[in-house]
């Protein structure tokens, strides 16, 4: 029998709440019949859909990134504000759709509002720069009185929007990006850009893009090039991943939470090498501002696609195995709360999303959405360490012999919550777990998700199919709290003390 141990008294670090981020992006259905649909029957009078609206609340998310994202790099923000019958269509360039301006800077603000988040915003470094940067600022956070922020108020808006967390661009290592730079260029022009903005507004927070991905030529030494310029002006190197199966490798699939932990240590050692040459106090922490699953095989690459309106664009539909997947990615997300303090899922709203939704139609939960909106309920102020002993193993082609169990918990010292986050990788073993509690402590609540079809999926006609059930038979015997993990399942465990 496999033994987890928690003990209050080994922390990681606390929780920045913003680790429950998602992403917007003019892609595909994100925006337009995604979350702003005029004419849905569930639409308000600002055209945003209601019932997308509930299912964000739900979800759970606190912050959201936006507009891009490769959107962002061919994008002229003022395109998307003031009057809407007034705004140009323009060439999208990132996906070669026509982007109709009529969802921008102001209608997002007021969207995040009536969803209760935070924005985190792009910054086009690609196609423009300095200068528009600094203008989008001025319009989104200064009060009136010169001509930008008087520019919003005219535009029906009084009260500056500010926006705290500001992204230096967007994947600017990728040879796909519009405006794609090296490592020395983009350096260049985040540290003016961040300086400058400074200027505007010295508090706020900047994120300097990272690598798009770790098996990028660049890995590693793009970090450095880029922290050795902008280390006193920035608060964050952001890092993107996404997961797929490869060649039908499912175990290696089920364990790709060892990549994105790798990813992270990697990093760290990267953004610490730094701090160290410059003989620094200052931590630089991540913003792991895009992470999915997404099945990138389906998808013919930007030059592969035909000029077109709005239409449907990489809407994967989940299965079991990958709502487990997301919860790993997730528990790995908390085991590094100490320096990860921002992580967006991307994206929101039909594009590789939780949430998918029919034009003029039904919306509904995705797989993955589960794992994620109970995460971000139960997960405590306070990461803990776990330590697994005596469980089994699995082999797995990319990652070697790994150990089957992949575990993180929270403790919430106002209402004495212990909740424990764990996923069996293993795709063919059941593991019995024993869980040593102190005394006093009892089961709560043990929630878990798989399926006997581990392809299942939720769709439109049946949006339950998939859905975490509760778990009979956990409890705690002689100071023990046991349970059994089916395999490929994600699990959480909540305790509480007789006082909570």
Same mark, same amino acid.
């Given at each position: 029998?496999?033994?987890?141990?928690?003990?209050?008294?080994?922390?990681?670090?606390?929780?920045?709440?913003?680790?429950?981020?998602?992403?917007?992006?003019?892609?595909?259905?994100?925006?337009?019949?995604?979350?702003?649909?005029?004419?849905?029957?569930?639409?308000?009078?600002?055209?945003?859909?209601?019932?997308?609206?509930?299912?964000?609340?739900?979800?759970?998310?606190?912050?959201?990134?936006?507009?891009?994202?490769?959107?962002?790099?061919?994008?002229?923000?003022?395109?998307?504000?003031?009057?809407?019958?007034?705004?140009?269509?323009?060439?999208?360039?990132?996906?070669?759709?026509?982007?109709?301006?009529?969802?921008?800077?102001?209608?997002?603000?007021?969207?995040?509002?009536?969803?209760?988040?935070?924005?985190?915003?792009?910054?086009?470094?690609?196609?423009?720069?300095?200068?528009?940067?600094?203008?989008?600022? $001025? !319009?989104?956070? /200064? *009060?009136?009185?010169?001509?930008?922020?008087? #520019? @919003? +108020?005219?535009? =029906?808006? %009084?009260?500056?929007?500010?926006?705290?967390?500001?992204?230096?661009?967007?994947?600017?290592?990728?040879?796909?990006?519009?405006?794609?730079?090296?490592?020395? $260029? !983009?350096?260049? /022009? *985040?540290?003016?850009?961040?300086?400058?903005? #400074? @200027? +505007?507004?010295? =508090?706020? %927070?900047?994120?300097?893009?990272?690598?798009?991905?770790?098996?990028?030529?660049?890995?590693?030494?793009?970090?450095?090039?880029?922290?050795?310029?902008?280390?006193?002006?920035?608060?964050?190197?952001?890092?993107?991943?996404?997961?797929?199966?490869?060649?039908?490798?499912?175990?290696?699939?089920?364990?790709?939470?060892?990549?994105?932990?790798?990813?992270?240590?990697?990093?760290?050692?990267?953004?610490?090498?730094?701090?160290?040459?410059?003989?620094?106090?200052?931590?630089?922490?991540?913003?792991?501002?895009?992470?999915?699953?997404?099945?990138?095989?389906?998808?013919?690459?930007?030059?592969?696609?035909?000029?077109?309106?709005?239409?449907?664009?990489?809407?994967?539909?989940?299965?079991?195995?990958?709502?487990?997947?997301?919860?790993?990615?997730?528990?790995?997300?908390?085991?590094?709360?100490?320096?990860?303090?921002?992580?967006?899922?991307?994206?929101?709203?039909?594009?590789?999303?939780?949430?998918?939704?029919?034009?003029?139609?039904?919306?509904?939960?995705?797989?993955?959405?589960?794992?994620?909106?109970?995460?971000?309920?139960?997960?405590?102020?306070?990461?803990?360490?776990?330590?697994?002993?005596?469980?089994?193993?699995?082999?797995?082609?990319?990652?070697?012999?790994?150990?089957?169990?992949?575990?993180?918990?929270?403790?919430?010292?106002?209402?004495?919550?212990?909740?424990?986050?764990?996923?069996?990788?293993?795709?063919?073993?059941?593991?019995?777990?024993?869980?040593?509690?102190?005394?006093?402590?009892?089961?709560?609540?043990?929630?878990?998700?798989?399926?006997?079809?581990?392809?299942?999926?939720?769709?439109?006609?049946?949006?339950?199919?998939?859905?975490?059930?509760?778990?009979?038979?956990?409890?705690?015997?002689?100071?023990?709290?046991?349970?059994?993990?089916?395999?490929?399942?994600?699990?959480?465990?909540?305790?509480?003390?007789?006082?909570?």
């Amino acid at each position: 029998m496999a033994r987890l141990v928690v003990d209050r008294a080994f922390v990681v670090g606390a929780l920045d709440r913003r680790l429950f981020g998602s992403f917007v992006e003019h892609m595909g259905r994100c925006v337009y019949t995604g979350i702003y649909e005029p004419g849905h029957a569930t639409a308000d009078p600002d055209g945003f859909r209601e019932d997308v609206l509930e299912l964000v609340r739900e979800l759970g998310v606190t912050t959201i990134r936006y507009p891009g994202g490769n959107f962002v790099s061919n994008y002229d923000w003022e395109d998307g504000v003031g009057p809407k019958d007034q705004r140009p269509r323009r060439l999208d360039l990132a996906w070669r759709a026509i982007e109709p301006n009529q969802f921008g800077t102001d209608e997002f603000v007021a969207w995040a509002g009536k969803a209760g988040i935070e924005p985190i915003w792009a910054v086009n470094l690609g196609t423009r720069g300095i200068k528009a940067a600094v203008e989008l600022l $001025e !319009y989104c956070n /200064l *009060a009136a009185g010169t001509e930008l922020p008087d #520019r @919003r +108020v005219a535009n =029906g808006h %009084e009260a500056p929007y500010g926006i705290k967390v500001w992204c230096l661009g967007n994947e600017m290592d990728g040879p796909w990006q519009i405006g794609h730079k090296t490592a020395e $260029e !983009y350096a260049r /022009l *985040a540290e003016e850009s961040a300086n400058a903005m #400074r @200027r +505007v507004e010295p =508090g706020l %927070e900047l994120v300097a893009c990272g690598s798009s991905n770790a098996g990028m030529p660049t890995f590693g030494e793009w970090e450095r090039v880029v922290l050795e310029r902008t280390y006193d002006l920035v608060d964050h190197i952001s890092l993107h991943a996404y997961y797929e199966p490869h060649d039908g490798d499912q175990a290696s699939f089920l364990a790709a939470a060892e990549e994105m932990d790798r990813m992270i240590s990697s990093v760290v050692a990267t953004a610490d090498h730094v701090k160290a040459l410059k003989r620094s106090d200052k931590e630089i922490t991540l913003s792991f501002d895009e992470w999915n699953v997404w099945n990138q095989r389906h998808f013919p690459g930007e030059l592969g696609l035909g000029i077109r309106e709005v239409s449907p664009l990489i809407e994967d539909t989940y299965t079991v195995d990958d709502a487990v997947v997301v919860g790993s990615l997730l528990i790995t997300l908390l085991r590094h709360a100490d320096r990860v303090k921002i992580a967006c899922l991307a994206q929101l709203v039909n594009v590789i999303a939780p949430i998918r939704t029919e034009p003029d139609g039904r919306a509904w939960r995705q797989t993955i959405f589960h794992p994620f909106a109970l995460t971000a309920r139960y997960a405590g102020p306070t990461v803990l360490q776990t330590a697994i002993g005596d469980g089994p193993e699995i082999d797995t082609a990319a990652f070697g012999r790994i150990p089957a169990l992949w575990s993180t918990a929270t403790y919430d010292e106002n209402t004495g919550e212990t909740a424990i986050f764990v996923v069996n990788r293993s795709e063919t073993d059941k593991v019995d777990l024993e869980i040593p509690l102190g005394r006093g402590l009892r089961v709560v609540e043990h929630l878990a998700l798989y399926d006997d079809d581990r392809a299942a999926a939720n769709t439109a006609d049946d949006p339950d199919r998939v859905v975490p059930r509760s778990v009979d038979g956990t409890e705690v015997v002689d100071g023990n709290c046991t349970a059994t993990l089916p395999p490929a399942s994600w699990h959480l465990i909540r305790l509480r003390t007789d006082e909570g």
